[in-house]
Nanobody, 123 residues
């Protein structure tokens, strides 16, 4: 089993910054990728940023709405992914969920989710 623990959410003024962390633990022998989704009230969950494993190139992907403001990074040794969020806007307010994608012996991928962390941005 795999567990993810998120931290770093909170209340910030528009234009401010927050750094989210997500640490994975448990039976992790390989990682395909990690990332962050967010869900605001009344909206669908959307991908914010993702990073594939260093073995697979370590490439990153961002939602258009956060490009240039958010940066995702990972620490393979700690099985941890970070999301640095700068120039925050009220529309960034949401519950942020991290995930980890782990390969299985049968070449499938299993996704595990964190519990979510609230980000509130005041205008």
């Amino acid at each position: 089993q795999v567990q993810l623990v998120e931290s770093g959410g909170g209340l910030v003024q528009a234009g401010g910054s927050l750094r989210l962390s997500c640490a994975a633990s448990g039976s992790i022998f390989s990682i395909n990728g990690m990332g962050w989704y967010r869900q605001a009230p009344g909206k669908q969950r959307e991908l914010v940023a993702s990073i594939v494993s260093v073995v697979s190139g370590g490439s990153t992907k961002y939602a258009d709405s956060v490009k240039g403001r958010f940066t995702i990074s990972g620490d393979n040794a700690k099985n941890t992914v970070y999301l640095q969020m700068n120039s925050l806007k009220p529309e960034d307010a949401a519950v942020y969920y991290c995930y980890i994608a782990i390969p299985t012996m049968s070449d499938d991928t299993v996704i595990y989710w964190g519990q979510g962390t609230q980000v509130t941005v005041s205008s």
